[in-house]
């Protein structure tokens, strides 16, 4: 980083079914209350980035995405950038922001994440459009899901380490329970372990609640600041944005064996992390606060060994110790992730940004509130995000990382 | 109603053995599918020759999809299959629904067969089915 970089504002239009509301009316929703959160006035943001997947699958709206949204917004003035990349769209947009104001060029940055997948008459219409996100002359177009993706991996990881469909239950579970007192999440209302095994099928092992919903609406908003900005924004602290790892996967030889950890979105996730923690000068131990690429519920089983919170294989038991529920030591996915807080996939990088953000200035209220042990709102937050997919072997597009910090007084 | 072969351009069908045009290098002797000019392990341009690849390998994982995407019949199996040569190409299997979870490591061959049906329009592509050579 050349210059720090804070959160300063966040927004949300709640994440769910809109059919009423287009997609630029999405964005706006999020965008004013970034703005009013943040309390700056709209003239002052100098960069702007939208970040957005399937507007053109749906409308053959193909270019001008960042236009429509920024101006049908009622701003202007800036330079307004179209970002994608799968379900790493979002955190695209965060880092092309951050990258903004840390090079000295702007001091005021918004990056809005948005998607409308929401069909009401056709649900396959929502799972053909991501199946954009992947290769479709090789693969989607002959009929691979996302999910059917991410289950043969689960499949492959059940048998490497023993997991079980009732691990992945008790993700689901878990999260479902953060999403209930959460107004913005797409599913609040809870589900036993029980009931999510016994849900419809959807690949493999997995159950419709252990996979996030094609079908779904929503956006989010930050307002990422120069130092000189944040410190007169708002009677208060703001969370810096300490550590910021963004990889991509290496082409891998067919006629060698793949190390990798064994899930797309959790490929390169080591390097990425070990950029962001090396930029923080913190590391695992030091997490008080985690959200992560939960689009299936083993994904977020991965994630704590790729983070680096346990040892390959001990996944399981670190789950089942409740140390990443609410009330645990580590708190994951505390909005409800992308499985319950919902995955509109474009927006929902931004919207693990916001949550962190809340968390960290302790104002998500006493229902969903983290308390670490002494009892005051956690000071180190990580974000974990990935997405696309292409080329020979086909390896992850984008891989990232966000290490959060809360100083304990501005000038600190 | 009009068939459309979604995979033209990118395998042979000869007389029912799909061949998948794939590429090999000059130098390192990757073989890679879908065919490219430049080698992505040497990451040089110009490398990469022309390079049939039989449609023939092994299952290396499968599941059983009970959504799938528009037009396509479910339930139905997914794989990722290694090709003799080294490839992994993604494919639909056609085998019995119920014997997903028993297919890894199973011999298979690429025909051509359909895939989904969008409106009055007929997809087809390839599809892996067991090999009645297994070795």
């Known amino acids: 980083m050349l210059r720090d970089v804070y959160v300063v504002g966040g927004g949300l239009h709640p994440f769910g079914k809109s059919p009423e509301a287009s997609m630029p009316r999405l964005a706006r929703n999020a965008i004013w209350a970034a703005i009013g959160d943040a309390g700056c006035a709209a003239g002052e943001i100098d960069f702007a980035v939208v970040a957005n997947c399937y507007h053109g699958f749906f409308t053959g709206q193909a270019d001008a995405i960042a236009p429509m949204v920024i101006g049908r917004s009622g701003l202007s003035g800036m330079p307004m950038v179209h970002v994608s990349g799968g379900g790493a769209s979002g955190t695209v947009a965060v880092h092309q922001a951050a990258m903004a104001v840390a090079s000295g060029q702007y001091d005021l940055a918004l990056a809005v994440g948005v998607e409308k997948l929401y069909v009401p008459d056709d649900p396959t219409l929502s799972i053909s459009a991501i199946g954009t996100s992947g290769e479709q002359d090789i693969a989607t177009d002959l009929g691979l899901t996302w999910v059917g993706s991410l289950g043969m991996s689960a499949q492959t990881l059940m048998d490497r380490y023993g997991w079980t469909a009732r691990d992945f239950a008790t993700v689901t579970h878990k999260n479902r329970e953060h999403a209930v007192p959460n107004p913005y999440a797409e599913h609040r209302q809870p589900m036993s372990v029980e009931e999510i095994l016994m849900a419809r099928p959807v690949a493999g092992p997995l159950t419709r609640p252990m996979c996030a919903s094609a079908a779904v609406d929503g956006a989010a908003a930050i307002l990422l600041a120069s130092e000189e900005v944040a410190a007169r924004l708002g009677d208060r602290s703001h969370p810096k944005i300490a550590g910021l790892g963004v990889v991509g996967g290496r082409y891998l030889s067919n006629r060698e064996p793949d190390a990798r950890p064994g899930m797309l979105s959790m490929d390169e996730a080591p390097r990425a992390f070990a950029r962001a923690y090396e930029q923080a000068g913190l590391g695992p131990e030091d997490l008080e606060i985690v959200q992560v690429h939960d689009a299936v519920a083993p994904e977020e089983m991965l994630a704590y060994q790729v983070i680096g919170l346990c040892a390959p294989g001990d996944e399981a038991k670190l789950l089942q110790s409740g140390a990443t529920a609410l009330g645990g030591s580590v708190p994951f996915n505390t909005d409800g992730g992308l499985l319950s807080r919902g995955h509109p996939i474009a927006a929902s990088g931004v919207a693990q940004i916001v949550e962190s953000m809340v968390q960290l200035r302790g104002t998500a209220g006493p229902r969903r509130q983290v308390l670490v042990k002494d009892g005051r709102p956690p000071r180190v937050a990580a974000v974990q995000n990935a997405g696309a997919q292409g080329g020979p072997g086909g390896g992850v597009a984008v891989s990232a990382a966000v290490i959060m910090t809360m100083a304990t007084s501005w000038t600190e | ?135």
Not at chain 2, 45 to 67: F, K, N, Q, S
Not at chain 2, 123 to 129: L, P, Q
């Open chain 2, 1 to 135: 109603m009009p068939r459309v072969n979604l995979v033209d351009g990118l395998v042979r069908d000869e007389g029912g053995q799909i061949v998948f045009l794939g590429s090999r290098c000059s130098a390192c002797g990757e073989t890679i599918f879908p065919a490219l000019p430049d080698c992505p392990l040497c990451m040089a341009p110009d490398l990469m020759e022309p390079h049939d690849i039989l449609g023939r390998g092994t299952v290396l994982r499968a599941i059983l999809a009970e959504r799938g995407q528009a037009g396509v019949p479910v339930p139905y199996v997914q794989a990722h299959v290694r090709l003799d040569e080294g490839p992994v190409v993604y494919s639909t299997l056609q085998i019995d629904p119920a014997s997903a979870g028993s297919v890894t490591g199973t011999v298979v061959e690429a025909t051509m067969a359909h895939i989904s049906t969008i409106g009055d329009q007929e997809n087809v592509g390839w599809k892996f089915t067991r090999s009645s050579h297994a070795a």
